[in-house]
C-alpha cells in the first residue's frame, strides 16, 4: 500500500466552538476525508482580527479566544492569526494569510514533508495557498464554490489576484459546471478545471415525521410551510420569500440563520402584517435542520448567486422540493419537476412555484432520488483521487 498523502489544507471558513455552523460543509469533506485512512491532513484555518481597538468589537472579541490548536472530529487544525482590516481590506487579505502562515507551514514541511498545498475557498484561501505552494515547492489545489468566483473574481481589488491564481495553481476545483464556465471566462484555464460536486451526511440529513417537526417548532399542523436556510444576508434573498409569503395566505415560514439583514427582513415582514407568520429561528446547530426541513412542505431559496448549494441538496435527502432561481448550479441540480422549481427573484413568481408544488406535492420518494448520488464518502473520494493525480500519487 502507498503511504499516507500528506496534504497542509487552508480554508478560512472552518467550524469553532464560537462559531459552530460557520463552514460546517468544509468540516464534514474533511472529517470524511480524514476516516479514509490514506491522508495525514493538517487543515489551517486562520483567524482574521482587526488592530486594538477594533478587535475588542463583539464581532471579533469572542474569536481571540478560539483554541489556536485543536482537533475536531480527527481532523488537526492550526489557527494562526492575521490582521484584518475591515470594510477595506478585501484585496489585502489573501497576503495577509500567506505571511501569516508561510512560518507554520514551513515548521511543519521540514518535520514532515507535505505532498500538496490545498485551498478550500478560491478567495482569499487560493492565492495565499499559490504563494505557500511556490515557497514550499509544492503543487496547489484550489477550490471554487460560487461566491469567491462570483464576486471576489470580478471585484475590482481582487480579480487579478484570482484570476493569477487560477492561472498558478497545478488543479483546481468546481462544485458545478457553470461555476468552471465562470472561471473561464475570467481567463483561468478550463482544461484545469475538475467537477467536484458536494457532500451529504446521510445519518442527518433524512426524512422526519412532518407532524413531530411542526410541533417542535411550535408551527400549526394544517398549514403549508416554507423554510429557508442561510446566513441573512441580501445575496440569499429572504426578503423575496417574505414577500411570496404575502400573496399565500395561512402558509408559514421559517427562516434558520443569522446575518446583518435581520433587522430589515423583520421590519419587511411586519409591514406586510406578517409576523406572526415569519419565524426567525436563529443560527439552527446543523444537526437540528432537518427538523426544519422536515417541517416543511417547500424549501425556498432566492439566492442571488450559488455554486451548488449544500442546503438544496440537504432539503432534498428530507423529501422537501426545492425553489430557488435558475443559476447553473440549480439548472445542474433540478433536473426532475418532483425535486422543484426555478424562479426569478421575484415574491409573485416564487409564489406561484410553491402553489404548484403545493397543489400536487411530489411523492417523498421522488424526491429523494435528487440527493441520491451525494455523500461525503464519495466526495471525500473524489477529493483525494483529484490531490493524489496532482501530487503525482503521493
Known sequence: MSRPLRVLSLSTLYPNDQTP???VFVERQMQAV?????????LINPIGLPPFPLSLHPRYRALRGVAAVEQRGGVPVLRPRFTLLPGIGGRFNAGAIARAVLPLARALHGDAAFDLVDAQ???????AAVRIGQALNLPTSIKARGADIHHWGRAPGTARQVREAGQAATGLLAVAGGIADDMAALGIPRDKITIHRTG??????????KAEARARLGLPQAVPVLATVGALIPRKG???A??????LPDAHLLLAG???DEAPLRARAATLGLTDRVHFLGAVPHGDLPWVLSAADVFVLPTASEGLANAWVEALACGTPVVTTPIPGAQELLTDPAWGRMTPRDGTAIAAAVRELLAAPPARADVLRGA???SWEANAAALVEHWRGLAGGG
Open 21 to 23: 455552523n460557520f463552514g
Open 34 to 42: 480524514a476516516a479514509r485512512g490514506d491522508v495525514e491532513l493538517t
Open 121 to 127: 475557498f478560491f478567495y482569499p484561501d487560493g492565492p
Open 200 to 209: 451529504l451526511d446521510r445519518q442527518v440529513f433524512r426524512p422526519l415525521d
Open 238 to 240: 429572504q426578503a423575496f
Open 242 to 247: 417574505i414577500d411570496a409569503l404575502a400573496q
Open 258 to 260: 443569522s446575518g446583518a
Open 372 to 374: 441520491a448520488p451525494f
